[in-house]
């Protein structure tokens, strides 16, 4: 199974709360997970990405969760800010595969 | 640094004309390359992808086609568009060697009309 399913679609935050984001994924053969953030008129963009060998990675105010026995991960963002409205992407890869798969994509949505 | 060019960044072309998106990457060699379509609101469709010059995989069959004919230069092309074509287009590359992230192109909004 390639297949990255990403939820939810749509997510609608206030100013300061955090944005969550989880994506789930079948094949145990990705060894490496992006979070992109795509801007309206814009090319996604690399945000933070992780590998199965840890659980967590922060950047600021963005940390991915990874859960690999339910083969699941996940974005949070803390403290989102209305300049954090995007579409963001999760993405699955394997080494050599040449291609990532992609989920269907979030649009977040930060109220001031 | 790694650089990638696509253009033009708009386009509007009539039903049954030709189509030619030209994508470019400075910087690194031998990456991979990837062209994807993204619909208004929607994800991102991969249409092709190249792991190396000449080497051509399609995703999608449709009326596009894509060609690699130098190391760091991607092209997608049509003989004749089609209304369903219109959409935004963008190319990605990635390191060749190991899993990573990609790096995308500003994209080409393609409109048929």
């Known amino acids: 199974q390639q297949q990255v399913k990403q939820s939810p679609q749509s997510l609608i935050v206030q100013k300061g709360g955090i944005s969550i984001i989880n994506c789930a994924y079948e094949?145990?053969?990705?060894?490496?997970f992006p979070w992109y953030q795509q801007f309206p008129g814009k090319g996604p963009a690399l945000l933070i990405a992780?590998?199965?060998?840890?659980s967590e990675k922060k950047e600021g105010r963005f940390t991915i969760s990874f859960n690999k026995s339910a083969k699941q991960f996940s974005l949070h963002i803390m403290d989102s800010q209305p300049g954090d409205s995007a579409t963001y992407f999760c993405?699955?890869?394997?080494?050599?595969?040449?291609?990532?798969?992609f989920g269907d994509g979030t649009t977040l949505t930060v109220k001031p | 640094s790694q650089t990638i060019h696509q253009w033009p960044a708009t386009l509007v072309q009539p039903v049954g004309s030709p189509l030619s998106l030209e994508c470019t990457v400075e910087?690194?060699?031998?990456?991979?390359l990837y062209w994807y379509r993204q619909a208004a609101g929607r994800g991102l469709q991969l249409l092709f992808y190249?792991?190396?010059?000449?080497?051509i995989s399609s995703e999608v069959p449709q009326n596009l086609s894509a060609s690699r004919p130098q190391d760091r230069q991607f092209i997608l092309s049509s003989k004749k568009l089609l209304l369903s074509d219109s959409g935004f287009y963008l190319c990605?590359?990635?390191?060749?060697?190991?899993?990573?992230?990609?790096?995308f192109g500003s994209g080409t909004r393609l409109t048929v009309v």
């Open positions: 990605a590359w990635s390191v060749g060697d190991r899993a990573s992230g990609y790096t």
């Open positions: 094949n145990t053969a990705f060894d490496y």
């Open positions: 992780i590998r199965p060998d840890v």
């Open positions: 993405a699955a890869t394997m080494q050599f595969a040449g291609k990532s798969t």
């Open positions: 910087g690194t060699s031998n990456p991979n």
């Open positions: 190249s792991v190396g010059i000449g080497q």
